[in-house]
């Protein structure tokens, strides 16, 4: 099962990172972000009941960034041994996505800040 949780971190940071790339005009970087998801994986490997949770406080232009991660990134099937201990053929986790703000530099991160909460 761990293996697989981190193949599947890894696919959401790769896909972060991307999209942070690409809108990080869009979003004005003051202090120290962070937005808490819950999700559901299914046997088909794909996201459902994504949810904010609620001791988040980030811009809404930095909150829609992480749900379209969630939403967009592609997961890999959850191999037989790893649906073997899901209930329902499902499993649920949470990850927290973490934005710096720039260095004096004025660069952003090197690496994405996403990082999970809970197994």
Not at 70 to 88: D, G, I, N
């Amino acid at each position: 099962m761990a293996a697989y949780i981190q193949d599947v971190r890894q696919a959401f940071a790769t896909r972060w990172k991307k999209l942070l790339q690409a809108e990080v005009d869009k979003i004005k970087i003051t202090h120290h972000y962070k937005v808490d998801v819950s999700y559901r994986i299914d046997s088909e490997g794909q996201t459902r009941d994504v949810r904010i949770l609620p001791s988040t406080s980030s811009p809404p232009d930095f909150i829609d960034l992480c749900l379209r991660t969630m939403h967009e990134t592609v997961l890999p099937k959850p191999p037989a041994e790893v649906l073997a201990h899901a209930p329902a053929g499902s499993f649920d986790q949470t990850l927290t996505f973490h934005l710096l703000p720039p260095s004096d530099s004025g660069e952003l991160p090197k690496k994405p800040q996403v990082k999970p909460v809970s197994q």
